[in-house]
């Protein structure tokens, strides 16, 4: 079996998918963090594809960092002024080949993730 990535995002304060939020996702070893590339959530709060597809899968250690300020200002849960929560990181692990999935469920004031299928 071969691995990948996948991730969405629900708004838990609306109730429902949060759709046009940006995601970056980078590698780290040691130190260093690579840049792998950047999609944004579509209707249903997912993105198109495997943020990480097979073809590119290695084990290792990722960070998947939300773009909520972004998401909360343009849904109108942001406000004005100095957000709470702007860019949501997420660090971990992949030890071997297999579907990991890392969702958010994002509040304006909150969040939680967990590995899902």
Do not use: C, W
Not at 78 to 89: A, C, I, M, Q, W
Not at 98 to 114: A, Q
């Amino acid at each position: 079996m071969a691995g990948y990535l996948t991730t969405h995002v629900l708004d838990t304060a609306l109730g429902k998918p949060a759709a046009g939020l940006e995601i970056e996702l980078y590698r780290i070893e040691g130190e260093a963090r690579e840049f792998l590339g950047r999609r944004i959530t579509n209707a249903d709060g997912r993105t198109d594809g495997p943020i990480l597809p097979e073809a590119e899968f290695e084990t290792g250690v990722y960070e998947l960092v939300f773009h909520a300020g972004g998401y909360l200002r343009a849904s109108g849960q942001g406000g004005d002024g100095v957000l709470f929560l702007d860019r949501v990181p997420i660090r971990f692990g992949m030890a071997e080949a297999s579907h990991f999935h890392v969702p958010l469920l994002l509040s304006p004031f909150g969040y939680s993730t967990y590995r899902g299928s």
